[in-house]
């Protein structure tokens, strides 16, 4: 069964630009999951989507916004990129709702210039 | 592999011996807490969870310990194998896990042969 993957695993981009990365969650997986991973901040819960819907949301400014679609892949979209944008993106996918039975992807790494 | 933080505490442990993580948090309000283990390179993974009506988890080699009181978290891992090297993470979430999770700054556990 394969995992979470994660599309694309490096990107640069200048501030400025807009980003948008997916995310395709094990097979028959509803809900996804958005993290960001900076040395700083550590990780940092982003959204959070099941069947299409948006059902939280942690405390990120409106550039940062998602989607989910019918087949439960998702999207994130970065707009207006800055510096500190700059980290380690994680998506993880679980047939339902609830953390433990998450599956994380190996991420994407966002290098703003 | 990637960089998880730049300041991360630091737990060096002998191969063979128990190893306890300590974990932090402030939110007295935290239904439910989890322990996740990132290797370098890779995602974080889902080691052990714990809901706030019980102290005391066990699962395979790891034990995780709740202390509501001091809002107190720990792993213990033992007979600590070389796989066991990775940055352990902390992560809590109230609503009964209905929320977005919060996570600790994480600690990099070595193992010395």
């Known amino acids: 069964k394969a995992g979470v993957t994660q599309t694309p695993r490096y990107l640069i981009k200048t501030r400025g630009q807009q980003v948008t990365l997916s995310c395709s969650p094990i097979?028959?997986?509803?809900?996804v999951s958005w993290y960001q991973q900076t040395p700083g901040q550590g990780l940092q819960f982003l959204f959070e989507y099941f069947s299409e819907t948006q059902r939280n949301k942690g405390n990120f400014p409106g550039r940062f916004s998602g989607r989910q679609f019918s087949n439960s892949r998702s999207e994130m979209n970065v707009s207006t990129l800055e510096l500190g944008d700059s980290a380690l993106y994680l998506c993880?996918?679980?047939?339902?709702?609830?953390?433990?039975?998450?599956?994380f992807g190996p991420g994407t790494r966002l290098t703003v210039l | 592999g990637e960089s998880v933080g730049l300041h991360l505490p630091t737990l060096s442990v002998q191969e063979g011996d128990n190893s306890i993580i300590n974990c932090a948090y402030s939110n007295s309000a935290s239904d439910y807490f989890i322990w996740y283990k990132q290797e370098s390179g890779k995602g974080p993974q889902f080691i052990i969870d714990?809901?706030?009506?019980?102290d005391k988890r066990q699962g395979q080699r790891v034990t995780v310990l709740l202390n509501k009181t001091v809002k107190h978290l720990s792993l213990q891992i033992a007979a600590t194998q070389p796989g066991d090297s990775a940055v352990y993470f902390c992560a809590e979430t109230s609503g009964g896990g209905a929320d977005g999770l919060t996570f600790g700054k994480g600690t990099h556990l070595i193992i010395q042969p």
């Open positions: 714990i809901r706030s009506n019980m």
């Open positions: 097979s028959g997986h509803r809900s």
């Open positions: 993880a996918s679980s047939l339902v709702r609830g953390y433990n039975e998450q599956f």
